[in-house]
């Protein structure tokens, strides 16, 4: 299976000053071709393809001769992306591409000729050797190729492709109300149906005031003054903080239910996140709270630790219907966050209540001929697993004896 591990880079001056020239070389690449595919569509011509728009490369090394200092597998990378993008457009699979800005997010391609040195704590790529990393995880498997990023606050990274030995585990096909949960989103906290409950951390919230007053000195600066580019910079290195606070809080609650060996199935609701942007006085809460990155981490995770995601309706009332008695209580108000059932007398946590109904909207909508669960064992994972994590003992036999076949990279 191929797996992707991301480290922070620390690169000398000369190799920033390479990553640059790599930058800028992809991105005037990627737009010349764009420039090329859009003209010639407007001159009555078809989609061009790949290959043609790859033989571009020679023409444009005549016209910029400085484009040729960088690798020119990465400039090819680029315009086959230009090309993938302008094809999906053409097939109306995606809108239009638009031109790579040079303040937007950079980076670069290497298919070929990469490594990772362990011993020295090293990465490598074509025409950049030796660059200073912090491989804090470690793999076992052959490395297909490494893209180079650079973030906001100037932050390198390494994105290293491995084809590693670890295989994706099947999910149950039985599915029972022991070994299942049922997840509720809100803006405060992540609730299960067996009683845990993970409190968003709020990181804009709690960022908002130092961000207020460091854009408002932003706003002050002259346009393109070096005090400005020093204040942006401040700028992007606060919103990254709340972006890795975000993920950092996301990555860990997603890795503790997928790696759960009690829960082989989690029901969660199919919210549609971009409505729920429309709403002014939520849309900033609703975005901090990154309802959909939290589906994408458990969705991909659940595929590799074989963890049944399922979603249930997303108009199921299941903060309004009492997990006890089913009365369905209408008049329930946002703002309400407990509430008592009329019928049966039932106090209720508005949040706990709503993630017991969706476990049970889910059970109901399988097919009934799910009745029994074999214990699975929580599948093998590498270095970076918790040492919280619950294992069983069949798991641990497969990680004592998973590197026996396999060595690392050197």
Request: proline letters at 3%.
């Amino acid at each position: 299976m191929l797996r992707a591990y991301k480290y922070r880079l620390y690169p000398t001056s000369g190799q920033a000053e390479f990553f640059a020239k790599s930058f800028g070389c992809c991105r005037v690449a990627y737009n010349r071709t764009l420039d090329y595919m859009s003209m010639f569509w407007i001159g009555g011509g078809n989609s061009v393809s790949r290959f043609a728009a790859q033989a571009q490369l020679v023409m444009l090394k005549e016209v910029y001769p400085w484009i040729g200092e960088v690798n020119s597998q990465s400039l090819q990378y680029a315009i086959k992306q230009c090309a993938d993008a302008f094809r999906n457009w053409w097939e109306h699979r995606a809108d239009h591409p638009v031109p790579k800005r040079k303040d937007a997010r950079q980076s670069f391609h290497n298919p070929q000729h990469c490594s990772v040195d362990w011993k020295h704590g090293t990465i490598s790529v074509p025409k950049c050797k030796d660059i200073k990393a912090v491989l804090h995880r470690s793999f076992y498997g052959t490395v297909k190729d490494i893209t180079i990023s650079k973030e906001s606050g100037d932050r390198y990274y390494a994105s290293v492709l491995v084809d590693t030995a670890i295989r994706e585990l099947e999910c149950d096909t039985v599915v029972d109300d022991k070994t299942s949960i049922g997840i509720d989103l809100n803006c405060g906290d992540i609730v299960c149906s067996d009683g845990r409950r993970y409190t968003n951390p709020k990181a804009l919230l709690k960022a908002e005031r130092r961000l207020r007053r460091q854009q408002r000195i932003l706003s002050r600066r002259q346009s393109g003054s070096k005090n400005r580019a020093k204040q942006k910079h401040i700028v992007s290195k606060c919103h990254a903080k709340v972006r890795d606070t975000r993920h950092d809080f996301l990555h860990k609650v997603t890795h503790e239910l997928t790696h759960d060996s009690q829960v082989r199935t989690i029901f969660i609701e199919d919210l549609n996140v971009k409505g729920m942007w429309r709403n002014h006085h939520l849309a900033k809460s609703v975005s901090d709270a990154a309802f959909g990155e939290f589906v994408r981490q458990l969705t991909y995770k659940g595929q590799w630790y074989g963890v049944n995601v399922v979603k249930i309706d997303r108009w199921d009332p299941s903060s309004k219907t009492c997990s006890v008695c089913g009365q369905i209580n209408r008049g329930l108000k946002l703002s309400q966050r407990d509430w008592t059932c009329v019928c049966c007398g039932t106090h209720h946590d508005r949040d706990y209540n709503a993630s017991v109904n969706i476990k049970s909207f889910g059970l109901m909508a399988l097919p009934p001929d799910r009745r029994e669960v074999k214990s699975v064992d929580c599948p093998p994972v590498d270095e970076r697993r918790s040492e919280n994590a619950l294992r069983s003992s069949d798991r641990m036999n497969q990680e004592k004896f998973r590197g026996v076949t396999d060595a690392p990279v050197l």
